[in-house]
T-cell receptor, first 112, second 115 residues
Framework: GQSLEQPSEVTAVEGAIVQINCTYQ??????LSWYQQHDGGAPTFLSY????GLEETGRFSSFLSRSDSYGYLLLQELQMKDSASYFC?????????????FGKGTRLHILP | DTEVTQTPKHLVMGMTNKKSLKCEQH?????MYWYKQKAKKPPELMFV???????INESVPSRFSPECPNSSLLNLHLHALQPEDSALYLC??????????????FGPGTRLLVL
């Protein structure tokens, strides 16, 4: 089957750096995506990694290691507005279906 | 325009009511999705439309009936819902459903309460 594992909650201090990990098990792999969702809001796309290495977009970076079936989202210079849930996601290729599978989400708490 | 719009924002309905949720995008995307999301849970896929045809139905009960009148619009018709169907219903779209880089754009959702 296909599955993703990520921590349910992470707490960090404003201005600090935090890393949210995601490990996945899939029968095929087309890349790992990250989405952010604020309470009461809709998920918004943050980043996508298809190849190994680090992708940087401003304060957010995402890393992928395909050999380890592992990725992470790195948030730097944390701001209070970064308090949200973060979901990693992969394409479901098991049945050639065109859909995304989301991890259970990591709730990020930022302390002042 | 990178926006997916959904109406209504909030909906309260009784178990015998019939209502519809609407979703619209003008990004030229050919894939559209309905998700259901309960509090503190990830979005759960319900339906996928690809080029206006239903390509995935995740064994959703028949009291939920999707419709794609054209490439920009997606509806979800609701009938005889149960209280456990109360949730946030999210619509999303992507360029195609088969692209290797799957970026989905989500609407703000309809918060549904079934009494």
């Amino acid at each position: 089957g296909q599955s993703l594992e990520q921590p349910s909650e992470v707490t960090a201090v404003e201005g600090a750096i935090v890393q949210i990990n995601c490990t996945y098990q899939t029968s095929g792999f087309y890349g790992l995506s990250w989405y952010q969702q604020h309470d009461g809001g809709a998920p918004t796309f943050l980043s996508y990694n298809a190849l190994d290495g680090l992708e940087e977009t401003g304060r957010f970076s995402s890393f992928l290691s395909r050999s380890d079936s592992y990725g992470y989202l790195l948030l730097q210079e944390l701001q209070m507005k970064d308090s949200a849930s973060y979901f990693c996601a992969v394409r479901d290729l098991e049945n050639r279906d065109d859909k995304i599978i989301f991890g259970k989400g990591t709730r990020l708490h930022i302390l002042p | 325009d990178t926006e997916v719009t959904q109406t209504p924002k909030h909906l309260v309905m009784g178990m015998t009511n019939k209502k519809s949720l609407k979703c619209e995008q003008h990004m030229g995307h050919r894939a559209m999705y309905w998700y259901k999301q309960k509090a503190k849970k990830p979005p759960e896929l319900m339906f996928v439309y690809s080029y206006e045809k239903l390509s995935i139905n995740e064994s959703v009960p028949s009291r939920f009936s999707p419709e794609c009148p054209n490439s920009s619009l997606l509806n979800l018709h609701l009938h005889a819902l149960q209280p456990e169907d109360s949730a946030l219903y999210l619509c999303a779209s992507s360029q195609t459903s088969g692209g290797a880089r799957e970026t989905q754009y989500f609407g703000p959702g309809t918060r549904l309460l079934v009494l």
